[in-house]
């Protein structure tokens, strides 16, 4: 008997499902990445479902058939489907890493000189900076959903083993004392490397303060995070990853959308701060390490639902799973590029931007290092 193909496979294990968790099924695809839209499953048989998932994710189509199968707790039908994509000798994603376990895979590389050390206790130590403007004196820019970004965030920091400062509805001299206090913070020593996530309105160069209104531009130069926490800043921190996640407008250009922005809508973007610049440590270059994800390219919008929260986030939870520990931290940040970049029609489109890339090895987040089930 010949091997059965992706798309019968697929169709065989959707065929059984109960007519409730197909529905879940068909529900968990629209919602995953904006591939598939609701007009192609709605009403639709379990034939043309599979067909729809083969068109819009190729390759992909059977890991995210387990995916969602796992998601909506149909645990057998997942594990079947596994067991059917091997026995048809089918690629499988994971297939090469798969008897790798995290511990495994980092003593692999803990002596690797191209890739940054992570020890034991460094990761002991790590801890993230989060800061959540959600509420504003201006009642209009209140940012409706940014409550799933906080919680999202919180859980997938602490998934990998960071301690997570939590701040909200800052303004930008609160966001500038925050970062500053955290650039104090004792773990940093011992740490191996932090986050800096910020989530606000925003604009070119500029995060919105929790006061920001026409007649006062309460802001935050996006620049100081790097000059808070370069080798001059915080000497604590060299050689050691630097990430920031920045979940907020750069600019007002955007197509006709339903979905709301992270950006006040009024005036022309900001120039780029012109602050003054440090002398430069003579020990390390005094912005190495650094890589930042920001939600989009300049003077363009980041979009966010009210429900789910912002397209940037939901996409980096999805990414950065525990079965992501073989990936660094480029690779991942460039999936959630993709993942974004492929989300909503012509008018909606956002692409998020790895910006001010100074890390000079790779950096993996080894999920779950410390679990005694790993």
Request: aromatic content about 6%.
């Amino acid at each position: 008997m010949a091997p059965k193909k992706p798309t019968k496979v697929l169709e065989d294990i959707l065929e059984n499902l109960s007519e409730r968790n197909f529905k879940k099924f068909c529900s968990g695809l629209v919602g995953r990445d904006k591939r598939v839209k609701k007009n192609q499953v709605e009403n639709k048989d379990f034939l043309e479902v599979a067909e729809v998932m083969i068109e819009k994710y190729a390759d992909e189509a059977l890991k995210v058939a387990e995916e969602l199968l796992r998601d909506i707790d149909c645990q057998q039908a997942a594990n079947d489907l596994v067991a059917e994509v091997k026995e048809a000798g089918l690629r499988w994603e994971d297939d090469s890493t798969s008897e790798m376990t995290v511990k495994d895979f980092w003593m692999s590389k803990k002596d690797d000189p191209e890739v940054y050390c992570v020890t034991e206790d460094n990761y002991r130590n790590r801890v993230a900076l989060l800061i959540t403007n959600i509420k504003f004196s201006d009642e209009k820019l209140d940012r409706h959903g940014a409550e799933k970004d906080e919680e999202n965030m919180e859980k997938l920091l602490q998934s990998l083993g960071y301690e997570v400062v939590k701040w909200q509805n800052l303004t930008g001299k609160g966001i500038d004392d925050a970062l500053k206090g955290f650039a104090k913070h004792p773990k940093l020593k011992q740490t191996d490397s932090v986050f800096v996530v910020i989530m606000s309105h925003g604009k070119l160069g500029k995060i919105l303060g929790a006061d920001w209104r026409e007649d006062n531009p309460d802001e935050f130069a996006v620049d100081k995070i790097y000059r808070c926490l370069n080798s001059n800043g915080c000497q604590a921190l060299i050689n050691k990853p630097k990430v920031v996640i920045l979940q907020a407008c750069r600019g007002v250009r955007s197509g006709a959308t339903t979905w709301v922005h992270d950006g006040e809508s009024t005036g022309r973007p900001a120039p780029p701060p012109e602050d003054h610049v440090p002398e430069l440590d003579k020990s390390a270059h005094v912005e190495k390490d650094f890589i930042a994800l920001l939600a989009s390219t300049p003077d363009n919008k980041a979009y966010r639902e009210t429900q789910n929260g912002s397209i940037l986030i939901q996409n980096i939870v999805k990414v950065f799973t525990p079965e992501s520990y073989q990936k660094h931290i480029i690779d991942l940040f460039t999936k959630v590029q993709d993942l974004v970049s492929k989300c909503g029609d012509d008018q909606q489109k956002q692409m998020p931007v790895i910006d001010r890339m100074t890390l000079n090895k790779k950096f993996y987040l080894y999920p779950g290092l410390l679990d005694s089930s790993h």
